[in-house]
């Protein structure tokens, strides 16, 4: 018996120094479009894929406690892998019916800015002879609207050359992977939408591994690497359009009379204890202090104001120099907003000027939004009153007037 004992320590020894058996690699496959997925050729050491993309998809899944093996190949034979469960999963993808019938699909990892390009001097046609890259979302999303794809090529460098020979009159491409192509001058671009890319993890790998997309969403925020924020020209676009409706609600709203007349809460433990109500309440039902800010008179003007700008603005909500909400133009997520770079970035003293945030994604509404923020400044006073916040739907709020009616629905906006 002594004997077996021993034997028994030393294989838990054994069994402790090896640790838990490792799980396996998740095996993904993906497609060649740089930035995003970059297949390279290495001496001696195969097909490396690197990019933005898949540094996000490697990094969530690492933090969510998994190693991958990434694999490139043509998008078609990769569905194909995926709906056979040969893989795991695929990335980066337009959301797709179909696919959300047989896979389970993350939250976004990438999101692409498409753009029409067509050539600088050329006249505007009605009926576009349109391209697109053979197996794209592009393509996919062309074809699901029922939209003519005049010719398909292999590559984003065979469709600009197309459009130099004047065989097409437009491509719809990611602005990311224009910029990485040569040859691209002459060219004129017109911003279409915005695209979230998710990847599609098989139904079998799912039930294998409960618990595993999960977490895998909780971990992309911390690993996106820039790819939500806007650029410079985008930026000065979106503050241009938010002074105008700054102007416009201010006209509206006396500020200064609406942040003496709200909620005024100076101790910040009672503070944290009304936002943790709020929060456990909303955005479903409304705290006391929640009903209390939604019955103010701004608040009231400031929803009849919001329904006039629908498509375009989210929210509207108002600070007073604490952070708190003196109103708001619907329920929001939480009371106090003093600890936000909306507020910091004014009571701080960083900015006089509108700030603009990053983008950011509401799966609950498949919209991409930006909020704008302005301080409320009091004559003679350093300290501003409070901080005023839009919400705007981002797509909407960078559309040229008069898109392309080819791939857009009526004054200009484009099919969902």
Same mark, same amino acid.
């Given at each position: 018996m002594e004997h077996m004992k021993g034997v028994l320590a030393v294989l838990l020894a054994i069994l402790a120094l090896l640790g838990p058996a490792q799980a396996e690699d998740i095996k993904l496959y993906t497609f060649p479009a740089p930035p995003y997925q970059i297949v390279s050729e290495t001496p001696g050491a195969g097909t490396e894929v690197s990019g933005l993309t898949v540094d996000t998809v490697v990094c969530s899944a690492d933090r969510a406690g998994r190693t991958t093996r990434i694999h490139a190949s043509p998008p078609r034979r990769a569905i194909q892998l995926l709906i056979n469960s040969q893989i795991d999963g695929y990335f980066a993808v337009d959301p797709s019916t179909y696919l959300d019938q047989i896979a389970s699909r993350t939250n976004p990892v990438s999101l692409e800015k498409w753009h029409l390009i067509s050539l600088a001097d050329g006249e505007p046609a009605e009926a576009p002879r349109m391209g697109a890259v053979i197996g794209s979302n592009e393509e996919a999303w062309?074809?699901?609207?029922?939209?003519?794809?005049?010719?398909?090529?292999?590559? !984003?460098?065979?469709? =600009?050359?197309? %459009?130099?020979? @004047?065989?097409?009159?437009? #491509?719809?491409?990611?602005?990311?992977?224009?910029?990485?192509?040569?040859?691209?001058?002459?060219?004129?671009?017109?911003?279409?939408?915005?695209?979230?890319?998710?990847?599609?993890?098989?139904?079998?790998?799912?039930?294998?591994?409960?618990?595993?997309?999960?977490?895998?969403?909780?971990?992309?925020?911390?690993?996106?690497n820039r790819s939500f924020d806007l650029d410079e020209s985008e930026t000065g676009d979106i503050r241009a359009s938010a002074y105008d409706l700054f102007r416009e609600l201010q006209a509206l709203i006396p500020m200064e009379d609406?942040?003496?007349?709200?909620?005024?809460?100076? !101790?910040?433990?009672? =503070?944290?204890? %009304?936002?943790? @109500?709020?929060?456990?309440? #909303?955005?479903?039902?409304?705290?006391?202090?929640?009903?209390?800010?939604?019955?103010?008179?701004?608040?009231?003007?400031?929803?009849?104001?919001?329904?006039?700008?629908?498509?375009?603005?989210?929210?509207?909500?108002?600070?007073?120099?604490?952070?708190?909400?003196?109103?708001?133009?619907?329920?929001?997520?939480?009371?106090?907003?003093?600890?936000?770079?909306?507020?910091e970035r004014h009571i701080r003293g960083d900015t006089r000027d509108i700030y603009v945030s990053p983008i950011r994604y509401d799966a609950s509404t498949s919209r991409f939004q930006v909020t704008v923020s302005m301080p409320i400044i009091r004559k003679g006073q350093w300290l501003p009153a409070g901080v005023l916040v839009i919400g705007l739907d981002v797509e909407q709020a960078l559309k040229a007037e008069g898109n392309v009616h080819y791939l857009t629905g009526v004054n200009g906006k484009a099919s969902p």
């Open positions: 062309l074809r699901s609207r029922g939209k003519d794809i005049f010719l398909t090529v292999t590559t !984003s460098e065979q469709l =600009i050359a197309l %459009l130099h020979r @004047q065989r097409i009159d437009q #491509a719809l491409m990611d602005h990311r992977v224009l910029e990485s192509l040569s040859d691209t001058s002459g060219l004129r671009t017109q911003f279409l939408r915005y695209v979230p890319l998710h990847v599609y993890f098989n139904k079998d790998f799912a039930s294998r591994n409960p618990g595993f997309i999960d977490a895998f969403n909780r971990e992309i925020p911390r690993c996106i609406a942040i003496r007349q709200g909620p005024q809460i100076n !101790s910040l433990s009672e =503070i944290l204890n %009304l936002d943790a @109500q709020w929060q456990a309440l #909303a955005p479903s039902h409304y705290s006391d202090m929640a009903r209390r800010v939604a019955d103010q008179d701004a608040s009231v003007a400031m929803a009849q104001w919001q329904k006039r700008h629908e498509t375009l603005v989210t929210e509207v909500m108002l600070t007073n120099s604490v952070g708190t909400l003196v109103a708001m133009s619907q329920l929001t997520s939480d009371f106090w907003q003093g600890d936000e770079p909306k507020f």
